[in-house]
């Protein structure tokens, strides 16, 4: 079976890979607030990890990742429910054989995807930050891109049974979300909170009544300059997927930036307010989780909604993430040193639901700025929530949890007293800062 995929233009494609190459600066960005939020004894070894994660989930997407995904308009195997075909899984080969005959949008998704799924992959460091391995960083990666990912990926971009609930179901156009708010950062943000629950808590968080202490991020220009970075990034993110998964015209990529960018501003202050207003002082990490969780809802719906809208998308997401953050640590005694739980899977499920309360697409035949609110797009987008909640949440757990079962994730207790940089790479990110030895003592 083959899925129709959207016609590009020469320009479209080559503005497709120009917002793919800066999509990396998302990942770059992550690995500062992840490492900012840790404690200094694991900094290098939070980047080390960031960059052993992507690269195995990289390779592991090439090997069979793609092949699992697809793209739309290629093999795909499918079942059939009432008289309608459902696609379940794509049938590309693997070790991305035969890819330059499929053509440039197959290629482009190819491209993307590896980026993407890195992306998806350093997500849960933050969660795990101060005592996740670093082996076990990269085996959990390889799970993540061979299996989480490009499955869901295939039923949201490349013509699987979420998206066809639009042609199959009449539920507006299929489950809707341009820029991975989904594909990415919920099931990403799933996966952190899958190693949340399988390696515990930081030794030393919760007292034996439960109350937890504060472990204050070691670097704050770290936090606050990785924001700046991501939302970079977040712009290709968002402007490639458009264009490549539902052939959004180039054009829309000053539309597509202006909302990402408001969405990050109104999520962010959001969160400076509320934290004002509940401590008396703005709070340097909830506001950059805030920001972080205003790029993750924009994604959705980024090129169908307005830039209004898009503020009360990016604010609400602001308020969501701050308020989940205290909810996750205090009532669910989830130690989340990065929040990235809250961001990013909270901050997704936000922004897909959102696209069905605010998306308008264009109406067919009408003149250009006719738009209209698909019918039945709400539903779709539920349907893509319990599925995230439903079938990704337990499968990502599955697979974490066997991991677990053959190579312990957590590092031994002498690990995590003293450093992840010393006891796994042999050396601080900051050696100035080890007490001196002998030699400095001698006179």
């Not at 052939?247 to 539309?255: F, M, R, T």
């Given at each position: 079976?083959?899925?129709?995929?959207?016609?590009?233009?020469?320009?479209?494609?080559?503005?497709?890979?120009?917002?793919?190459?800066?999509?990396?600066?998302?990942?770059?960005?992550?690995?500062?607030?992840?490492?900012?939020?840790?404690?200094?004894?694991?900094?290098?070894?939070?980047?080390?990890?960031?960059?052993?994660?992507?690269?195995?989930?990289?390779?592991?997407?090439?090997?069979?990742?793609?092949?699992?995904?697809?793209?739309?308009?290629?093999?795909?195997?499918?079942?059939?429910?009432?008289?309608?075909?459902?696609?379940?899984?794509?049938?590309?080969?693997?070790?991305?054989?035969?890819?330059?005959?499929?053509?440039?949008?197959?290629?482009?998704?190819?491209?993307?995807?590896?980026?993407?799924?890195?992306?998806?992959?350093?997500?849960?460091?933050?969660?795990?930050?101060?005592?996740?391995?670093?082996?076990?960083?990269?085996?959990?990666?390889?799970?993540?891109?061979?299996?989480?990912?490009?499955?869901?990926?295939?039923?949201?971009?490349?013509?699987?049974?979420?998206?066809?609930?639009?042609?199959?179901?009449?539920?507006?156009?299929?489950?809707?979300?341009?820029?991975?708010?989904?594909?990415?950062?919920?099931?990403?943000?799933?996966?952190?909170?899958?190693?949340?629950?399988?390696?515990?808590?930081?030794?030393?968080?919760?007292?034996?009544?439960?109350?937890?202490?504060?472990?204050?991020?070691?670097?704050?220009?770290?936090?606050?300059?990785?924001?700046?970075?991501?939302?970079?990034?977040?712009?290709?993110?968002?402007?490639?997927?458009?264009i490549l998964f539902y052939g959004i015209p180039p054009g829309y990529a000053v539309l597509i930036a202006i909302n990402t960018a408001l969405s990050a501003a109104a999520a962010g202050l959001a969160a400076a307010l509320v934290t004002y207003s509940r401590f008396g002082k703005p709070d340097a990490s909830l506001t950059a989780n805030g920001w972080v969780g205003g790029l993750v809802a924009s994604s959705a719906a980024c090129p169908f909604v307005q830039p209004a809208e898009a503020v009360v998308?990016?604010?609400?997401?602001?308020?969501?993430?701050?308020?989940?953050?205290?909810?996750?640590?205090?009532?669910?005694?989830?130690?989340?040193?990065?929040?990235?739980?809250?961001?990013?899977?909270?901050?997704?499920?936000?922004?897909?639901?959102?696209?069905?309360?605010?998306?308008?697409?264009?109406?067919?035949?009408?003149?250009?700025?006719?738009?209209?609110?698909?019918?039945?797009?709400?539903?779709?987008?539920?349907?893509?929530?319990?599925?995230?909640?439903?079938?990704?949440?337990?499968?990502?757990?599955?697979?974490?949890?066997?991991?677990?079962?053959?190579?312990?994730?957590?590092?031994?207790?002498?690990?995590?007293?003293?450093?992840?940089?010393?006891?796994?790479?042999?050396?601080?990110?900051?050696?100035?800062?080890?007490?001196?030895?002998?030699?400095?003592?001698?006179?």
């Amino acid at each position: 079976m083959r899925s129709p995929s959207p016609v590009l233009s020469d320009a479209a494609i080559v503005l497709c890979l120009v917002f793919i190459f800066l999509v990396p600066f998302a990942g770059a960005g992550l690995a500062l607030i992840n490492t900012g939020l840790g404690r200094s004894r694991s900094a290098a070894h939070m980047m080390m990890c960031s960059l052993c994660a992507f690269s195995a989930s990289a390779l592991a997407y090439f090997v069979c990742g793609f092949g699992f995904q697809g793209f739309a308009g290629g093999p795909m195997h499918a079942f059939q429910i009432g008289g309608r075909e459902w696609s379940w899984l794509g049938a590309q080969p693997f070790l991305l054989r035969h890819l330059a005959q499929s053509g440039w949008p197959a290629m482009l998704a190819a491209l993307l995807g590896l980026i993407s799924v890195g992306l998806a992959a350093l997500i849960p460091l933050g969660t795990g930050a101060d005592r996740w391995r670093l082996g076990a960083t990269c085996f959990s990666a390889v799970l993540l891109a061979a299996f989480t990912y490009p499955l869901f990926a295939h039923w949201v971009w490349a013509g699987g049974w979420l998206a066809q609930l639009g042609t199959n179901y009449g539920l507006g156009v299929g489950f809707l979300d341009a820029g991975g708010a989904s594909t990415i950062q919920a099931v990403g943000g799933l996966t952190a909170l899958s190693i949340a629950w399988i390696i515990g808590a930081r030794r030393g968080k919760y007292s034996p009544e439960g109350l937890p202490a504060a472990i204050p991020g070691h670097n704050t220009v770290f936090i606050i300059f990785g924001c700046m970075i991501a939302l970079v990034g977040w712009w290709g993110l968002n402007s490639a997927g458009a264009i490549l998964f539902y052939g959004i015209p180039p054009g829309y990529a000053v539309l597509i930036a202006i909302n990402t960018a408001l969405s990050a501003a109104a999520a962010g202050l959001a969160a400076a307010l509320v934290t004002y207003s509940r401590f008396g002082k703005p709070d340097a990490s909830l506001t950059a989780n805030g920001w972080v969780g205003g790029l993750v809802a924009s994604s959705a719906a980024c090129p169908f909604v307005q830039p209004a809208e898009a503020v009360v998308i990016g604010a609400t997401a602001g308020i969501l993430v701050t308020l989940f953050v205290e909810w996750f640590e205090l009532r669910m005694s989830i130690d989340d040193p990065s929040g990235s739980i809250s961001a990013h899977a909270i901050g997704g499920l936000w922004g897909v639901l959102a696209a069905g309360f605010f998306a308008r697409l264009p109406v067919p035949g009408a003149p250009a700025g006719v738009t209209r609110a698909p019918s039945g797009q709400l539903l779709a987008q539920l349907v893509g929530i319990a599925t995230l909640i439903g079938f990704v949440l337990p499968l990502t757990y599955g697979l974490n949890w066997t991991l677990n079962r053959f190579y312990p994730q957590r590092v031994a207790a002498e690990g995590e007293r003293q450093g992840m940089d010393l006891y796994e790479l042999g050396a601080g990110a900051y050696p100035e800062l080890v007490t001196h030895g002998d030699e400095f003592s001698q006179r």
